[in-house]
């Protein structure tokens, strides 16, 4: 959570930065700020609010029109320590305004650190933890930067992505990084710092990928790594994989429905190379595992956290009914803090969309202390999660930039229908089934884009529904997960109450919610389950309650005892999920759009939660 960035260079310093925080808004959204040199001092600009106030107030400023600064900081913050407001924005200020600082992370000590400072004489204009990294560098300071920020790292317990900048250290910027992602920006007679290298795909060529424990200094032109006892770190810089579009809405009046729209081609870069149709099989070169290993696999964990959980869940549910191997998935915030019991015969899989939450990489780091071999399913290239796994699969489904995951879902799933696909074909699964199933399988793009196509008739069914405060989603078997999914799809962006439960738990309590004023949202797939998921329906039905159903088309039982129905393709059961999900994704859209809510940065939310 929260977004830095740096700019070292020629062009104009804060427009640089603000396109950087643009592209790192989502990771935090209450309040942003910047800092760059001017005449022997530092000019800073804060704001409340969206980046767009922060843009308005640096148009209004003196940087509009006397703008000769050749380095400068940005941030956007998405809070922990203190209440959203300008004095608690970053950057932050040392006593003599000519050291400024961002971070992102949490200084665990800073109380101590603050009580010390403070009778040292030290005056703090905020409430957060990250400013007495602006005094302690303060009283650091001998004229060198690096030096300074070799001296105070020690001195902090928790995490930081820090960069830090002196009016008297001119054209010059230290980064640090402890457990929160930091990122160097390679240009031409250029360089930048920034949590994620989509901040700098419009300016930088190459990207190194930072360490913890390392401390970087920039100028223009050139820079030097070292670690924590000031020994030098070569390091190699890679290519940057996203493209300029991959941040634009294009025609799109949102990157939600973007993203949603996006689904058949992502599914696709997911699938490119990975089908083994002459096997009837699945290729996945980065697990890095033979055959003989994978055969020896007799229980696969997978740990997630939100939507990337779901995903889990349904992968685990592909490993069982698929290749009959043991699968379940954990909550990465509870699997954490248990005696994880690593089994050697065991394979772990981590997954998550950004790569750097902090609750999944706890956990990863857990099984990896205790032995486990860790696997990573991500879609940020370079991300802690990615490189601190034993090995994974990229998803490929290009930068997720709407809050709620949408896209990064289906891809998840994608990798885990692969990878089950493998772990079948190792086992029981014959050729004719394997066959069957990849065709099945790569059909799903193009049964994604019919279901796309039902986007006006949610929208309606959305205007019917939204004002209803509550709701329940319904789901059974491999569509429980995708139920809870579209719950939460629904709450996040609309603020609408929802729940997503197993339908044969209706019964077992959540039935006494049922009446006129509660939708029941229900996934009924043409599978084995069809016939108790309408008996839940009927008994819907008989207590007056509203019933959506989310059916294969053709369905004329679910049509005549529901309220409202969506109508998706037929495909095999097992890849109900990937059609299913899109009704729900479309139906939370359109929820929030008619609410009148920010539907790409819901309240209180950020994309990538890097604290626990
Ligand atoms: C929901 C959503 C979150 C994330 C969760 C994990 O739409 O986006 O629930 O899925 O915070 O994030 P990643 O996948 O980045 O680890």
């Keep these: 959570m929260c977004g830095i960035v740096g700019y070292c260079g020629v062009k104009n310093t804060s427009e640089i930065l603000l396109g950087g925080l643009r592209r790192l808004e989502y990771r935090g959204y209450d309040s942003s700020g910047i800092a760059v040199s001017g005449e022997n001092s530092i000019i800073v600009v804060r704001r409340v609010g969206k980046l767009n106030n922060l843009t308005e107030a640096v148009a209004e400023s003196s940087l509009a029109t006397d ?19 300008e004095e608690n924005s970053h950057p ?25 400072l403070i009778a040292n004489g030290h005056k703090f204009k905020s409430q957060t933890d990250s400013e007495v990294i602006a005094h302690l560098l303060e009283e650091a300071w001998n004229g060198d930067l690096n030096a300074a ?12 992505g820090i960069i830090a900048m002196h009016a008297d250290a001119p054209g010059v910027l230290v980064g640090a990084r402890c457990g929160s992602p930091l990122v160097l920006g390679i240009g031409d007679n250029e360089m930048f710092l920034a949590s994620d290298p989509g901040a700098l795909t419009r300016h930088a060529k190459k990207v190194v990928y930072l360490d913890d424990g390392e401390i970087v200094s920039i100028t223009a032109d050139g820079f030097n790594i070292t670690d924590g006892k000031n020994r030098d ?45 002459a096997a009837s099989t699945g290729k996945l070169g980065g697990l890095n595992m033979t055959e003989d290993e994978l055969r020896a696999i007799r229980r696969v964990v997978i740990v997630g956290a939100g939507t990337s959980y779901f995903a889990g869940c349904i992968g685990a549910n592909f490993l069982e009914s698929m290749a009959g191997v043991p699968a379940r998935a954990e909550l990465a915030s509870e699997i954490c ?16 969309q950004s790569g750097e939450t902090a609750d999944t990489l706890i956990a990863l780091r857990e099984l990896k202390r205790k032995g486990a071999r860790v696997l990573g399913i991500c879609n940020a290239v370079g991300s802690t999660i990615a490189r601190e796994t034993d ?28 990878f089950a696909a493998i772990m079948a074909r190792l086992r029981e699964m014959t050729s004719v089934q394997g066959d069957a199933f990849i065709k099945a399988f790569s059909a799903i793009p193009a049964l994604i884009k019919e279901t796309l196509e039902l986007d006006s008739t949610i929208a309606k069914l959305a205007e019917k529904y939204c004002n209803y405060p509550n709701f329940i989603f319904l789901g059974r078997g491999i569509c429980l997960p995708v139920a809870r999914e579209g719950a939460l799809k629904l709450k996040e962006i609309s603020y609408i ?3 997503g439960i197993g339908a044969g738990e209706l019964k077992h309590g959540t039935i006494s919610l049922i009446s006129e004023a509660m939708p029941s949202m229900f996934l009924v797939p043409n599978d084995g389950l069809r016939e108790k998921n309408i008996s839940s329906m009927k008994e819907v039905k008989a207590r ?30 097992i890849l109900a999920p990937f059609l299913m999900i899109i009704p729900l994704q479309l139906f939370a859209y359109h929820s929030a759009l008619k609410l009148g809510r920010d539907v790409d940065q819901p309240r209180n939310l950020a994309k990538s939660v890097t604290v626990e």
């Excluded at 994974?392 to 896209?407: C, L």
Aim: some cysteine.
């Design 67 to 85: 703008n000769k600064a050749s380095f400068g900081i940005g941030h956007t913050r998405w809070a922990t320590h203190g209440e959203v407001s």
């Design 92 to 116: 932050h200020t040392d006593c003599t305004g000519k050291i400024a600082v961002v971070h992102n992370g949490i200084i665990e000590n800073f109380s101590g650190l603050k009580d010390r």
């Design 149 to 160: 920020i070799h001296a105070v790292l020690p001195m902090l317990r928790g995490t930081y």
């Design 233 to 277: 770190i070569k390091k190699t810089a890679d290519n940057i994989e996203f493209r300029n579009d991959d941040f634009e809405k294009g025609d799109f009046p949102h990157f939600m429905l973007k993203e949603i729209f996006e689904q058949p081609e992502s599914i696709k870069r997911g699938t490119t190379g990975r089908l083994d149709l």
């Design 337 to 352: 803090y248990k005696n994880i019991i690593v089994e050697p015969d065991s394979m772990y899989f981590v997954v998550s």
């Design 391 to 418: 090995g994974g699969v990229y998803i490929h489904s290009g930068p997720e930039i709407a809050v709620a995951s949408t896209k990064a879902f289906t891809s998840q799933i994608t990798a885990f229908a692969i």
């Design 497 to 499: 109450h929802a729940e």
């Design 544 to 573: 007056k309650g509203r019933v959506i159903a989310i059916c294969t088309a053709g369905d004329t039982e679910a049509r005549d005892i529901a309220d409202d129905v969506i109508e998706v393709p037929e495909t095999l059961p």
